[in-house]
Structures are given as C-alpha cells and as structure tokens.
C-alpha cells in the first residue's frame, strides 16, 4: 500500500522494514473503535466548520459504510498497511477522492491510537467483569449447598482446622470481587479522550475536544497533550488487574488440580471438562485447571513486558508503544477464555463430601478444639496447649485419634477432662463453635454469603 507519508522520501521503504513497521496483524482488531473514533472526529469538524458540512456527512457516511463491509466479510484489512488507522483512511480516500482527505484535518495518529486503544479496552474491560461477576455468581451458588460440608483446612498443606467446603471457595470469591473492584477503577481512569493531542502540542483548529469527549461516552478529555499522546497506564493497570485476577484463578487450579488427585479425591471433575492420555488408560486429568495455572503467568509476563516498554520512554510517542497492544490484547483474550471455561467446569464439578469428612477426621485437626476445652475450664491456653500435645504424641504412639480415646485416658492426661470432651472435639461442634463474622460456622457462612452478594450487586 502506498505511504501517506511517501512525500519526505526518495526511496520506498524495504519490504522487510516494512513487514517489521506493521501493525494490522495485531491492531486490526480495533477496527470499530478506529472508525467510530473518526466519525465524532469528523462529526466535530463539520460542527466546528474546519470542514464543510456537508463533506463531514460525506465522511461519516462512508466511514459507516466502511464499517458494514468489513462486518460483512466484504471488505479484507490489507496486510500491507501500516496500520488500521492507514488503512481505514487509505479505504476512505479511495471511495471518496478528495473528501476522505480531509478527515485526518486537526489529528495525528498518535492521538488517534492513544483513543482506540482506550476504547477498545473499555469495552473489554466491561466484558471481563461480566465475566468476572458471573464467575462469581458461581461460587456463590456453590457454597450455598455446602455450608455444612466438613473438609480440612490447610496451613503449610498440613491438616490444621476444620472447616466447610463453602467457607473455603467463598475465600475465592472475596478475591474475586477484589479484582472486579480493581476492574471498576482502571476502567475509571481508562476513561478520559485523547483526541486533540494531535502528535504532541495539540492544534491549531478550533476544535471542541469536550463535544468529542461525549459524543464518545468518555468521562472527560485528557487534560495535557504530551499525556494524552504517551500515557498507557490504563494498559499497565488493566494488565495489572488481569495479573492479579489469573493469579487468583491459579491458586483456585492449583487446589482443584490437588482435590482432583487420588490422594485428595475430594472432587470430581465432569468428563465433559477433563481429557485422559494417550497411554495410560486409567488417566482422567485436570487439564483445564492446569492450563489457567499455566496461563497465569502469560498474563504476569505481559504485565511485565509493559512495564519495561514504557520504563525508559521520553515525552511524547514513540514507536516502541506500538508493542503495547499484543501485551494487553493477549492479557484481555487470556482472562476472557479462562474464566469462560472455568465457569462450567465448577458448575460441572462433584463435590464428594464424604470423603472430605474423612479427611477431616484424621490429622488432629480437633487438637485446637481440645486445648480450648481445657482453657474453657479454667486452665491457661499455654498449658492446655502442652497438655493437649502431648495427648497427640501419646495418640500417634499407640495408633489412637483424640475420638477414640477414652475418658480414663484423658483424665490421666489431666483431671479437668470429662465426658463432654467428646462431644467438644467433634468435628461438627468444632465447625459451629466457630461462629464469629469471617468464620466457618454454617450460620456464619450463610451471612458472608449474603454480604458477597451485596458486594457483588454493588460493584456490578
Ligand atoms: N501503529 C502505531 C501504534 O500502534 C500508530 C501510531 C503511529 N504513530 C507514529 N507517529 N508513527 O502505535
């Protein structure tokens, strides 16, 4: 495709130069936003009469109508261009002649891609927290049907309190509403106009950046041009909130990725989202969750190719910035994809509840329970706790659990015990007895759930 910029130069540009300058493979994608952009600009020089009316209808009207041929597959981007913004113009001028020559009147491209950018990803970034928020939704539900399903909690991967099925996702849950909450803000940020920049010092024209601004549904326009041109924060903190929102959905894979294994077995996933192997017959693996757990860190990788890019940039645009778009588009498309298909595998999965209860009954994870009997009848915590671990010990020694020992064995331990231990160590009364806001207790829980869903109604 011939260079609008062709006029300064003696020599075509190589074709590998060229090749390398492109960005339509990756920037194509913005197409909509591109054209819809350079219509409230159009829109706005027609207002402002720095072009004639009338051609700013010409404009607008073949903009449009370049919009529907390429939705209706009958418009191919050309591969050649250096840009959507090239190509858009260049398509524009052809169908045009002179008129589509004066839409880029008052504009550069610098400004023009710090506005695509943006409100290409304000649209992704609602549609990563509708996803998010249904997401969500889903543990939500989930939890609300095991408030009195015991399972082991962890520390150091070692058996340490019991606790609910329910309790225990809902923790994902509060991430996630944390990342929505982050979604909401960069959204906020994300959500001021560039256009009339220009490349750098703004324009000469009359133009009215407040029109364009709401013709666009932007909050405000951006309040100083060399900023408007090279700021990408908004890509940063979008990669950002995505880093943190895979980080989270990896350590959820993680410990669907463990619950799914024979050692566990406190979950099953559904056929429909688990793959088997090629060898060994027996397998049915976790894929899915393995695959987000992997993706995760495309998502930090990127946030960190941004970071970098942008670390040594002097004022205003400079071409490393084009790199920006692959980093965050993957980013956005990563968390798209992962948390659609996170979705339906919890919504799939089988919780298997007994053999979570059985995990629970082993492991001295009552043994908390116990010294808290003791300190409730009168003892300090200190000596209950060293009581109650030598109990263990005695317990590990001769193949025993603290259920199954009997009273005159804990009476010789210490004399405060009796009968009610037992029922004081059960794992149920251990789950209720901790009924304080933030616990495991089903009552508890039952109310973290409806604060979640007040959070989550909030944020939406
Ligand atoms: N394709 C370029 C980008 O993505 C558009 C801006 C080009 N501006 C320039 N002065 N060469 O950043």
Excluded at 132 to 155: N, R, S
Aim: hydrophobic share 40%.
């Amino acid at each position: 495709m011939a260079k609008m910029w062709a006029g300064r130069f003696k020599k075509e540009v190589d074709s590998k130069v060229n090749d390398f300058n492109s960005s339509i493979s990756f920037d194509a994608v913005m197409y909509e936003n591109d054209i819809k952009g350079s219509i409230a600009h159009a829109t706005m020089l027609g207002k402002q009469g720095i072009i004639p009316k009338e051609e700013a209808k010409l404009i607008t009207d073949g903009l449009e109508g370049i919009l529907k041929d390429i939705q209706k597959g009958d418009l191919q981007f050309d591969m050649t261009a250096e840009d959507i913004h090239m190509f858009v113009e260049a398509e524009l001028t052809k169908r045009l002649g002179a008129t589509g020559k004066r839409l880029h009147t008052a504009r550069s491209r610098n400004d023009q891609v710090a506005l695509d950018v943006r409100l290409y990803l304000k649209e992704e970034t609602l549609n990563i927290k509708k996803l998010t928020a249904e997401l969500v939704d889903t543990i939500i539900k989930i939890a609300a049907e095991h408030t009195q399903t015991v399972m082991p909690g962890y520390t150091h991967l070692q058996r340490a309190q019991p606790i609910t099925f329910a309790h225990h996702i809902m923790a994902y849950a509060w991430m996630l509403l944390r990342d929505i909450d982050r979604l909401n803000d960069t959204y906020k940020r994300m959500n001021v106009m560039p256009l009339g920049s220009g490349a750098l010092a703004s324009t000469t024209y009359p133009i009215d950046r407040e029109y364009v601004s709401e013709l666009l549904g932007f909050d405000m326009p951006t309040q100083n041009s060399l900023d408007g041109v090279s700021d990408r924060d908004f890509c940063i903190e979008l990669a950002n909130t995505i880093a943190m929102l895979m980080m989270h959905l990896s350590r959820f894979s993680e410990e669907i990725i463990m619950w799914c294994s024979w050692e566990f077995k406190f979950i099953e996933l559904d056929d429909a989202y688990s793959t088997g192997s090629s060898i060994m017959p027996q397998k049915k693996n976790p894929d899915i969750a393995e695959l987000v757990r992997g993706k995760a860190g495309r998502a930090i990788g990127n946030l960190t190719t941004l970071l970098t890019m942008m670390k040594g940039l002097p004022l205003a645009y400079n071409k490393d910035m084009q790199e920006d778009k692959e980093a965050i588009f993957d980013s956005v498309n990563t968390a798209k994809l992962c948390i659609s298909t996170f979705i339906p595998m919890l919504k799939t999965m089988r919780v298997l509840k007994d053999n979570m209860r059985n995990a629970a009954a082993r492991g001295f994870i009552n043994a908390t329970d116990c010294a808290d009997y003791l300190v409730k009848k009168g003892l300090p915590f200190r000596d209950a706790y060293k009581i109650t671990g030598t109990l263990v010990a005695y317990c590990i020694d001769n193949n025993k659990t603290l259920e199954s020992m009997t009273i005159e064995e804990y009476k010789n331990a210490h004399e405060l015990f009796g009968d009610d231990i037992f029922d004081a160590i059960s794992l149920d009364s251990c789950v209720r007895g901790r009924n304080v806001l933030g616990g495991p207790a089903p009552e508890a829980v039952k109310e973290q759930i409806k604060n979640a869903e007040q959070k989550l109604k909030e944020l939406k």
